[in-house]
């Protein structure tokens, strides 16, 4: 009987010459080690242009393990947003400014949802400020949900973010932010509803802390000794801020893992019966990539189809498989 071939992942494994600070190198990794004297072995790229990513862009477990499934590049959704910001399709999508019209014309709010920085996994924020100055030319001045990062980023690094974010709303004249949660609450994915019901009821009832300015509410955090990622939900400003009934959400996270959650929340999924959410009727929903499928939202880069995928190839090899894989991860 032939012996089986494993495909198997480490996930945040990886390999660099500089021993200081790394911590695989500095390990006893005895069985490691036997296989690297036992048999070839080979390095590859898991960053920027190697995996589909713009040029030095970090590689994460998505985007790893779409290459690998595939056996070939793909150009990754923070790749295709880029190109549409830059050749202004993204400012003319039928569905956004459909969307905009609408809000426009009904004298509604467009709410802009997502992870803030430079980060590059999850969202980035020239995305968000491309989408505020698309708003902008519309004559629309969004509300802004802002969740910090520190995972990806630094973990004090959103009081820079939030500068950035102000020069481009003085830039624009547009934009005024709603509320602040750390990812922590906001993007969780293990379906921990009691953390998204924070992040959700700040932005939708104001309830939980409150602060006057998005760096009042950080300088709180910071004295509460919450980093980035650890930011209790916090409702900014006045209370015609919050969500309401007939507005527009979009949720500008390219990666959906970590969003679909809170998109379930405002579509009035009941938590796995643990929390009941009860989100304002009438919502337009926008999302720049599918987070879910059967989910009443519109999705402004639908999913690229990939064929004749590694597991597509095996199969029609005549090849048995199997696939194993933890709830949390892709």
């Known amino acids: 009987m032939p012996a089986p071939v494993m495909l198997l992942i480490l996930d945040g494994w990886g390999i660099r010459a500089m021993r200081e600070g790394n911590a695989i190198a500095l390990a006893k990794t005895p069985r490691h080690d036997t296989w690297l004297q036992q048999y070839e072995r080979s390095i590859l790229q898991s960053s920027g242009e190697a995996v589909g990513l713009v040029p030095g862009q970090m590689g994460n477990s998505e985007v790893g393990h779409l290459n690998l499934g595939a056996g070939r590049v793909v150009y990754q959704d923070i790749s295709r947003i880029d190109r ?161 009934d007939g507005d527009c959400l979009l949720f500008y996270n390219f990666r959906a893992d970590r969003m679909r959650q809170l998109l379930q929340a405002f579509t009035g999924e009941n938590g796995d019966g643990d929390v009941e959410f009860l989100p304002p009727t009438d919502l337009d929903l926008l999302t720049f990539t599918q987070y879910m499928s059967g989910l009443s939202a519109t999705v402004l880069f639908p999913v690229e189809q990939l064929t004749n995928t590694l597991a597509e190839w095996l199969s029609a090899k005549g090849r048995s498989q199997y696939h194993s894989a933890e709830t949390e991860k892709y």
């Open 84 to 244: 549409a910001i830059a050749d202004d399709s993204l400012a003319r999508h039928p569905a956004l400014q459909a969307a905009l019209t609408r809000v426009r014309a009904e004298a509604r709010n467009l709410h802009l949802i997502g992870l803030l920085g430079p980060g590059g996994v999850h969202s980035h924020q020239n995305h968000l400020h491309a989408l505020l100055a698309i708003a902008a030319t519309a004559g629309v001045s969004p509300l802004l949900h802002v969740i910090t990062d520190g995972r990806d980023t630094p973990p004090d690094g959103s009081r820079g973010y939030l500068a950035d974010l102000d020069n481009a709303i003085q830039a624009k004249g547009a934009g005024k932010i709603a509320s602040v949660a750390g990812r922590y609450f906001a993007m969780d994915r293990d379906r921990r509803w009691d953390r998204t019901q924070q992040a959700f009821d700040a932005m939708v009832h104001r309830r939980g802390l409150r602060a006057g300015s998005a760096v009042e509410a950080l300088e709180a955090a910071r004295s509460r000794g919450e980093g980035d990622e650890f930011i209790t939900a916090t409702a900014i400003g006045d209370d015609d801020h919050s969500i309401q």
